[in-house]
């Protein structure tokens, strides 16, 4: 049994993998002071609907994969560690000046971004060593000392290194954390060379300092779950989501936090492409994931999960560089918590600020009086007070109708209905518009695209969504409401590994590059044995980043074979380079050499015994038929069927109005849509008829 | 066959039509940047790409240098035309020529004619600033060049380059025998015209998907809809004339005072036009940094873009708004063969940029900006000399670190702009790349303290680099402007702090630079780069408390600064003391 838990703003979404391949669904609020408790709730439910004690449940599984907010969180909060920088003497603004560039050239309304550690909290180091790794100038140890003493004034909770060319020569970097321990102990500590052994010091820098602010939390997170987990009876391996949409050990992940900030939405690409592949091979994919708190957006293109190969925190130029690759979803504060509010002049707003799990929507009576774009949905009849989360949690509709009586049908003079509708529709235009800019952007026609709507509250809106779109299907599947979680069932552990041997063409050392490619295999089979011990399927592939003589940036050309047998290998080599390079750039360089850089091997394991995912298993029929008033603005208050999606017959259309329901969602469709369940599980619906 | 004015594109499609050619743009000059060979492209990114339509209007240029893009590849597409009225697939042609619409001979620019079934459709253009041109001193910024002659450079007057997707090898040999490394040179040729054939294969595909009337109709839709933006924008701005100024320091072949620079700007909002006179300034000057016509215009339209709604579009439609008087052999103008035009893109069209936008915002708060400082310190020289690593020659541009940003009405210096024509788009080397490259060695950089231009929203401060050979000597040649007419602020902002240049002598003893030089630095000598800060905006003693802060804590001023420039008295807990704070600034 494998289990997949993902933490989001308001729900901790649970989907539980039988030894059978069969899947279920759990929620449970998440609690934002201690993320780890939405886990343990979600995971009693889990055990409850099985019939056995929690620690019984807990014991038989073998695998639990986590994906987590928790490391953006904190950095958007400014709730990171407070972090010293240690850098070589001379060059203190490395993290102030970063590469230069910037978006917009005639916009001068933008701030310059703050450096990521302020220059009050940067020590410079004297030492220095040269692009050679040669020792200009020793390190000036007593200076480390007095620095640590002054960092110790000053209370630094965690220290980055990052010294000029100490991907050359490691020395001092590694005798700076030698004297961290020593002098301040506990205080974790990232040193650039380690984390990200690129060239070029900012991204380098800009690594080590994301990296080590976020240690000291994540550090305890990881800690504190998997200590409550093996408490509870678990005894298997915790994995967390990679941003590069992979998994890693918990523990790899404790000790370069970093890989955790994409954590959240990295792999809800994967399951919305792979449920959208099963009813039609698309050309184009949105994936959109409606939470609580965020509306996640992604463009999935021929199957591809869209990456971008320079993370930033922020927007690009206008943040920090994180120095790493990451599955490329965009994130806006958009949801079913979203607070609906009307400013000093009259204009309404849904969100970006949600109700978040605590207090939630008004309805849910924990005290939050403000409206949100859930009571909106329960005053429109789309949500059923009786049948909220299948009947598990008890809403009070009383309570939205006052919220959005007092704060946004008052102020704008208008009807309680006209209201809600309001709050829909403007949160309906935000969500829109992040797609927009995502499709736009890439000059893809979203008319030619499918959406898939995944997320508890994707119901509600996603047909709107999806007629402003004029996208001509929408999707649900069935494991919508848990979309990322499913995505960390389909998901492979993976590791890259990484090694940097110059040779050029010209003077091809077959030997040396062997002895390169022999020690990444290794490596390679050391994590199969290791993490991978569980898995059911292996695949290591070699890569080389090369260029042409004094080119900076290196393009990957895969190497098809895991040794170098022959002068031959090096011609094809050569080759496959131009190759490449022709058909990335429209140019090659025929006579010129190529440089080798640097070598990859990439080794994934395959966790999931089968392609995908199996079914959901449902206890029961749902509710009988029946029909309930709901209110769309071109039609006013109509009678619409509510049905449970088990009692669709597959493949039959049907025409709206009607609110399908599952115990995790309730999609609701408008008079002009049909509706038919496929043969997968999927809800498909076509937006504008048949 | 459809007529293009019957095709109504909806706003939804002209939002999409737009972000496929910018689209189209981005990967150009993606490509561009990761092929180039000199630093001076995949460093520092010192180049451009955009679409021209059929009739040479600027259709899309990204995000592009504005100093380099604005004007100019109309008039470079035009000289295309003009000597090669029969175009064909396959052909490229090259095009530096200042007297041809490009900006300076070192932008050298590859224009490739999008055709299809014999039909001209669109140019795509592949600026790129080399690393070396042919000119008599190895350096792309000749300031002292008498004329073009002496300046030495190779000019290009849109020749052709490419003849069915083949190098025309007479062109390229010339080019390998008077281009210093010669290899650089052609892998970057080879990258700008990668870049182009990019550009050419997308739109290609795009007319084949949607028809070439559809994108015809929507060129010329954009500009419609682009130019009443343009109007609306220009509409809020006070009605007036204006006269701006601003002053180049002394160099060789100038006056002892100087070039002033003079613009004359009459804002029309009711008819939402500006006009923007240049011809009141002198005559060219025996030197090398007299404008081409191309950077006179699109130095006046950055001043005027600077100064409204940046949501504005900028191409050939909302240029229609911006009327330009230049005049023929002024130093801002339309300049006349031997002028040397050398250092066109920077310094004195810099000026004019600044006089603009400074002018525009002493007329009301809320619009323009301060002056942007000004280049090229030696941190951003050209530099050349043999690598005593593998005897190789070098030669290569460095962008060792620059700010020079300027406050506008509503913010803070974006900090790394460079220079006004440059808007930050470039790239800064790191430390590591130009160690490995070249036989240099960077001993220091680092912000200087309490030279940010103070201002309810400050400038930049100023940058001190300092660098020098190793195992041998080498040449570095740059263009300093800025040491004694420093970045000005507006409307009670303060100037950002002045440029300079030293040399550290073996002995440690420091001496001070000419501006605009050729030097020799020998071996472990050291040059001290300092470069320009950024004008401020307002008055600094109403800065909010909680910014000045913030400067302190990183690293921008210091407390002194802080409580006499702004009146904000920080205290020992790096506090603001509100109590202290407020009788400074009621006083």
Known sequence: ?690 | MMKTDKIKLNGAQLAVFNSRFEGVVRKMSNTLFRTGRSGVLNRARDFSCCIVTKDCDLLAAAESLPIHVLSGPDMMSKAMHEFHPDLKSGDAYINNSPYHGCSHAADQTILIPVIEDGKHHFTVLAKAHQADIGNSVPTTYYGAARDVYEEGALIFPAMKIQHNYQDIDDIIRMCKMRIRVPEQWYGDYLAALGSARIGEREIIEMGREFGWDTLHAFADQWFDYSEKLMSVSLSVLPKGKIIGTSTHDPFPGTPDTGVPINVRIEIKPEEGVVEVDLTDNMDSLPFGLNLSEACARTSAMVGIFNSIDHTTPKNSGSFRRIKIKLRKGCIVGIPEMPTSCSVATTNIADRVANAVQCAIAELQDGFGMAEVGAVLAPSSSVISGKDYRNGNDYVNQVFLGFTAGAASATQDAWLTVGHVGNAGLCYQDSVELDELYMPLHVYERRIIPDTEGAGKYRGAPSYYCEFGPIGGSFEVGYVSDGNINGPKGVRGGQTGGNSDQLIRRLNNSVEKLPACAQVTVQENERIISISTGGGGYGDPMQRDPERVLSDYLNGYITKERSKTTYGVVITEENEIDNYETAHIRSE
């Not at chain 1, 390190?139 to 004034?153: H, P, R």
């Not at chain 1, 605590?358 to 009086?369: I, S, T």
């Not at chain 1, 989360?389 to 006052?402: D, P, T, V, Y």
């Not at chain 1, 649900?476 to 492979?492: F, N, Q, T, Y």
């Open chain 1, 1 to 690: 049994m494998r289990f997949a838990a993902d933490t989001g703003g308001t729900f901790t979404d649970l989907i539980v993998e039988y030894d059978d391949g069969n899947i279920k669904m759990f929620k449970a609020p998440t609690t934002p002071s201690n993320p780890v408790q939405g886990v343990l709730d979600a995971l009693a439910n889990a055990a409850k609907d099985s019939g056995i004690s929690l620690h019984k449940f807990l014991r038989q599984a073998d695998c639990f994969i986590h994906g987590t907010t928790h490391a953006i969180n904190a950095i958007i909060t400014g709730n990171t560690a407070k972090t010293a920088f240690l850098t070589t003497k001379g060059h203190p603004d490395i993290l102030l000046m970063r590469e230069g560039g910037r978006t917009e050239p005639f916009n001068h309304s933008v701030a310059y971004p703050d450096a990521y550690i302020p220059r009050s909290l940067t020590w410079e180091i004297p030492e220095r060593i040269n692009y050679a790794g040669d020792v200009i100038e020793p390190l000036n140890e007593e200076a480390v000392i007095d620095v640590i003493q002054k960092m110790k004034g000053q209370h630094v909770e965690a220290v980055a290194v990052c010294l000029l060319w100490s991907i050359s020569n490691p020395d001092h970097e590694l005798r700076i954390q030698a004297l961290l321990n020593k002098h301040l102990p506990d205080v974790p500590v990232t040193l650039s060379h380690k984390l990200n052994p690129t060239l070029r010091e900012y991204r380098r820098a800009s690594s080590a300092c994301i990296d080590a602010s976020l240690k000291p939390l994540m550090g305890q997170y990881l800690g504190s779950l998997m200590k409550k987990m093996e408490a509870a009876g678990f005894s298997g391996k915790l994995f967390v989501v990679s941003s590069q949409g992979g998994m890693m050990e918990a523990s790899s992940l404790a000790e370069a936090p970093i890989h955790a900030i994409n954590s959240g939405p990295s792999l809800a690409p994967l399951a919305g492409s792979y449920y959208a592949q099963l009813e039609h091979q698309y050309e184009a994919v949105i994936v959109a994931d409606t939470g609580g708190t965020t509306y996640d957006v992604s463009l999935v293109r021929q199957g591809h999960i869209p990456m971008s190969r320079e993370m930033w925190i922020g927007e690009p130029y206008r943040g920090h560089m994180t120095g790493f690759p990451s599955v490329d979803v965009k994130s806006i504060g958009a949801g079913g918590g979203s607070i609906a509010w009307v400013d000093g002049g009259g204009m309404l707003h849904v969100g970006p600020k949600s109700a978040g799990a605590e207090p939630g929507p008004a309805c849910y009576g924990h005290g939050g009086l403000e409206p949100t774009l859930t009571d909106a949905c329960l005053v429109l009849g789309y949500l059923d007070p009786d049948y909220f989360l299948g009947g598990s949690m008890k809403i009070n509709i009383a309570l939205s109708r006052e919220a959005i009586s007092s704060r946004v049908a008052e102020p704008l003079g208008i009807s309680l209905e006209e209201a809600a509708w309001s709050i829909m529709d403007l949160a309906t235009e935000n969500m829109t518009q992040a797609i927009v800019d995502i499709t736009v952007n890439q000059g893809i026609d979203a008319t030619q695209a499918v959406l898939i709507g995944g997320g508890g509250a994707a119901g509600l809106n996603s047909t709107f969504i999806a007629q402003r779109l004029g996208c001509k299907q929408l999707i649900i599947p069935e494991v919508g409401a848990a979309l990322s979680a499913a995505g960390e069932l389909m998901s492979d552990l993976s590791m890259e590994y990484r090694s940097t041997y110059f040779s050029s063409t010209e003077n091809f050392d077959i030997k040396r590059a062997n002895v390169v490619l022999a020690d990444l295999r290794s490596r390679c089979e050391d994590f199969i044995k290791k993490a991978g011990q569980h898995s059911k399927q292996h695949s290591i592939v070699y890569k080389v980043e090369a260029r042409y003589p004094s080119q900076v940036w290196e393009i990957e050309v895969d190497l098809p074979f895991e040794q170098f047998s022959s002068d031959e290998d090096v011609v094809s080599l050569r080759q496959n380079f131009h190759d490449t390079h022709q058909r990335i750039f429209a140019i090659q360089d025929s006579e010129s050499h190529v440089e080798c850089v640097t070598w990859s091997a990439t080794v994934r394991c395959k966790m999931n015994q089968r392609d995908g995912l199996g079914r959901v298993i449902h206890d029961n029929e749902g509710r009988k038929t029946k029909t309930r008033q709901i209110y769309f603005a071109n039609y006013g208050a109509v009678d619409a069927r509510i049905e449970s999606i088990h009692q669709l017959t597959i493949d039959e259309k049907y025409k709206g109005p009607a609110v399908i329901e599952s115990p995790f969602t309730t999609v609701v469709i408008d008079p002009g849509s049909h509706y038919s369940r496929s043969a997968n599980g999927s809800l498909v619906i076509e937006p504008f008829g048949a």
